[in-house]
């Protein structure tokens, strides 16, 4: 599988963005999906992630909890992260990424496969 990630950029306090994950492959829908975030000068931290369960459950990170939403396109092979009301602190370059398997997944080790980032930078 392989991963696009796309749609960072500069954005003021309490605006949005939408990230888009494009994957290639077959069987995408076969794969978790998860975005991840990696601040400056900090450690990659798990954002959201989404099952292939039925119905899809997601689980989502304390911080961005009520604001940021993950979701799948199977038609487009697309997960998408819409981000609102962001914040300074949610600047970051953005990973999306795939886990063999149709639960979530929160530990970076449980992904294989890794798109590049995309800069997202809220200023105040």
């Known amino acids: 599988v392989q991963l696009q990630a796309s749609g960072g950029g500069l954005v003021q306090a309490g605006g949005s963005l939408r990230l888009s994950c494009a994957a290639s492959?077959?069987?995408?829908?076969?794969?978790?999906m998860g975005w991840f975030r990696q601040p400056p000068g900090r450690e990659r931290e798990l954002v959201a992630t989404?099952?292939?369960?039925?119905?899809?459950?997601?689980y989502y990170a304390d911080p961005v909890k009520g604001r940021f939403t993950i979701s799948s396109d199977n038609a487009k092979n697309t997960v998408y992260l819409q981000m609102d009301s962001l914040k300074p602190e949610d600047t970051a370059v953005y990973f999306c990424?795939?886990?063999?398997?149709?639960?979530?997944?929160?530990?970076?080790?449980?992904?294989?496969?890794w798109g590049q980032g995309t800069q997202v930078t809220v200023s105040s």
């Open positions: 492959g077959r069987t995408f829908e076969t794969y978790a």
């Open positions: 990424a795939a886990a063999s398997g149709t639960s979530w997944y929160c530990r970076i080790a449980e992904y294989d496969y």
């Open positions: 989404i099952s292939r369960n039925s119905g899809g459950s997601t």
